[in-house]
């Protein structure tokens, strides 16, 4: 499951602006959990079947854009093709307190921005499965001098369960070629 | 060449100490660009990145972009990228297929063999003057396709690339070859590339066989994040050298390798626990790598740096990494993946994912590296903290020429125990290229530490 970027087509309804601003709130918690390093609590947001990718992106002669410029999900490198697994144990790792990449910890702040909702199955009023588009903004710093900035867009599948909503499928498209950064601690 | 960088009191390699001048100097830096990556041999791709006529992946030697291109005839080629005419970049693309490269800034095109193809008004405006065979792209002098990795350099008097790995050779092999032992067969799966602020050398020291640095990676050691951890077994890789003679190797040349020698008879160490279909495949290939390799096969390899910026990774996880200087406190690392190419799908993938999660900046044990060389370089570019040397003196004067380990003769000069002669011979070579040494000399031919070997071989 790969979802690709498109115009919206979903009904702007009241009940597509409720169920974004209640996308909105929960796009909001996770970043809140992630500044304020509530992992633990993070980790509880991701579906146990979770895809969380990060392609490379690459420069390419126009017109091959849409075939060549991201590397694909299961296909060859990219910089994150994780699973539940992965991604705890990255969490796991910070709580060692000697993941020195991470010690002492980076100060870090998530902001969501631009967030639609592309399609929502079976519809908006019931979704039980949300597709969406945002923008992010995570600044870094760390130590004293060392600050990073990492901007992109991300199209998450949330599923919800009853009261419960989880990302199921996250596609986070970097805005850099060349890493500008040494090292990717951050959570996207 | 003006020399700017003398030995002083403040680098002894036979007492173990360094300037920290080497990693922060500005002109040593400079030095650098002019007299080591103008001649040594420096990795640039695979083939397996272009396999089809006119096809291209744009590198780097050095500080500089190159284009390694397959042209219509099927022959490799290294240019350099930037037009004959005012320097622009032929080629902004990261890889593809192509006919022409065309500049964008006058329309000066070449061919795939870098030949000039097509000059704006040629017959108006340069016909009896311009001599298109004179301005082809500038192309290395030296380039080898060796196992299927693309290695070249800027000195036509270069010695061919096997003479210059040495006794390396047979160790970058081990990271080269099919995991059964058939010579080369590998693929490139990807390249990861990305800056980090720190002096080049630190990360090529590191894969010299810095061993010393296990302790940064105790958060991943702890965790367990290797082929066997959803099994519950920890470290960040299968310990399949536990049992092994570890040997750290320098070679006359300046390249240092951390491998190891299986026990004779050893019984094989189970690996890729996570999936008993993977585990299978890889003690097949252990099994079929002993039928070919005989007791060469208790030979097998873990880290390793061809001087001066080109490191792999042996086994787990299997890579070659270049280190392309940016400045004198920043590096671009560039990493090629490998897997046989005619591995299983599964296999491949599996490979991939534990790549991902150990290597580069996303993964979880390479990211403790660079944090370390960030801060070793920053904190010694400060006037104090330059008035004092590195030690390098770890395991000084331990070192033995060409010595049996569990009855193999490993050639070059070997330690048992973790030490940083092999960081003391690279600088001793890398020295050499600043001072502008002959090619003998840069081979260390005339070091009388590697003496038996040069009466052993052709070294």
Same mark, same amino acid.
């Given at each position: 499951m790969d979802i690709k970027e498109h115009t919206p087509t979903i009904i702007r309804d009241d009940a597509y602006f409720r169920l974004r601003q209640e996308v909105e709130e929960f796009f909001y918690d996770e970043a809140a959990m992630l500044d304020e390093r509530r992992f633990d609590e993070w980790l509880d947001l991701m579906h146990d079947d979770i895809v969380y990718f990060m392609p490379m992106r690459r420069n390419v002669k126009f017109g091959m854009h849409q075939d060549r410029e991201d590397t694909l999900l299961e296909e060859g490198m990219s910089w994150f093709n994780e699973d539940k697994w992965t991604l705890e144990k990255r969490v796991e790792q910070i709580m060692t307190g000697v993941h020195y990449a991470e010690e002492p910890l980076s100060r870090v702040s998530h902001l969501v921005t631009? !967030?639609? !909702? /592309?399609s929502a199955f079976p519809d908006a009023a019931n979704a039980t499965e949300i597709n969406t588009s945002c923008r992010f903004y995570i600044y870094q710093n760390r130590v004293e001098h060392e600050h990073y900035s990492f901007v992109g867009r991300r199209y998450d599948t949330l599923v919800r369960d009853g009261g419960r909503m989880q990302v199921r499928h996250r596609r986070i498209i970097l805005d850099q070629n060349v890493l500008l950064a040494k090292c990717l601690t951050a959570f996207f | 060449m003006n020399k700017v960088f003398d030995a002083t009191s403040m680098t002894d390699l036979d007492e173990g100490v360094l300037d920290r001048g080497a990693f922060v100097s500005e002109e040593i830096y400079r030095q650098e660009l002019q007299t080591v990556f103008t001649r040594a041999w420096l990795f640039v791709g695979h083939e397996s990145q272009i396999p089809n006529p006119g096809d291209f992946f744009s590198s780097r030697m050095g500080e500089e972009s190159v284009i390694l291109v397959r042209d219509k005839a099927s022959v490799i080629h290294v240019f350099l990228n930037s037009c004959r005419h005012r320097g622009m970049k032929v080629c902004r693309y990261d890889q593809g297929n192509t006919s022409l490269f065309t500049c964008p800034y006058h329309a000066w095109t070449y061919a795939t063999d870098g030949k000039v193809r097509g000059i704006p008004q040629y017959k108006e405006l340069y016909d009896g003057v311009l001599d298109r065979e004179k301005w082809s792209l500038i192309e290395v002098p030296k380039m080898v396709n060796y196992k299927g990795t693309i290695w070249a350099s800027w000195? #036509?008097? $270069?010695?061919?690339f096997e003479t210059y790995l040495g006794e390396a050779k047979l160790h970058l092999d081990q990271a080269l070859d099919c995991r059964d032992g058939r010579p080369g067969g590998s693929e490139v799966i990807g390249v990861h590339k990305w800056v980090f602020p720190s002096n080049w050398k630190f990360a090529a020291e590191n894969f010299l066989g810095d061993s010393y640095h296990n302790p940064s990676h105790r958060s991943v050691d702890l965790i367990g994040i290797g082929p066997? $951890?959803?099994? &519950?077994?920890? &470290? *960040?890789?299968?310990? #399949?050298? #536990?049992m092994a003679k570890h040997v750290w190797i320098g070679f006359a040349a300046g390249h240092g390798v951390h491998s190891a020698v299986q026990a004779m008879g050893a019984e094989y160490v189970s690996q890729f626990a996570n999936d008993p279909e993977i585990e299978a495949y890889f003690r097949h290939c252990h099994e079929e790598r002993n039928q070919r390799l005989g007791d060469d096969a208790r030979l097998l390899p873990f880290t390793g740096t061809i001087f001066p910026n080109t490191s792999y990774h042996g086994r787990q996880p299997r890579n070659l990494c270049v280190w392309h200087p940016h400045s004198p406190t920043e590096t671009e690392g560039w990493r090629f993946f490998f897997v046989d190419a005619d591995a299983p799908t599964k296999v491949k993938d599996f490979l991939r994912r534990f790549y991902m999660r150990y290597s580069?900046? $996303?993964g979880m044990t390479e990211q403790d590296d660079m944090e370390n060389w960030l801060y070793a370089t920053k904190a010694s570019t400060g006037t104090i903290a330059r008035r004092y040397a590195f030690n390098y003196q770890l395991a000084r004067d331990q070192a033995h020429l060409d010595p049996e380990v569990n009855g193999l003769t490993v050639r070059g *000069? !070997?330690? /048992?125990?973790?030490?940083?002669h092999m960081a003391r011979g690279y600088y001793r070579r890398w020295k050499a290229y600043l001072d502008c040494a002959d090619w003998d000399e840069l081979l260390g031919r005339n070091d009388p530490r590697f003496a038996a070997t040069k009466k052993g071989s052709p070294q």
């Open positions: 631009n !967030v639609q !909702v /592309t | 000195d #036509e008097n $270069a010695p061919d066997s $951890a959803r099994q &519950g077994i920890k &470290g *960040r890789r299968d310990n #399949e050298l #536990e580069g900046p $996303a *000069r !070997v330690n /048992t125990k973790m030490t940083e």
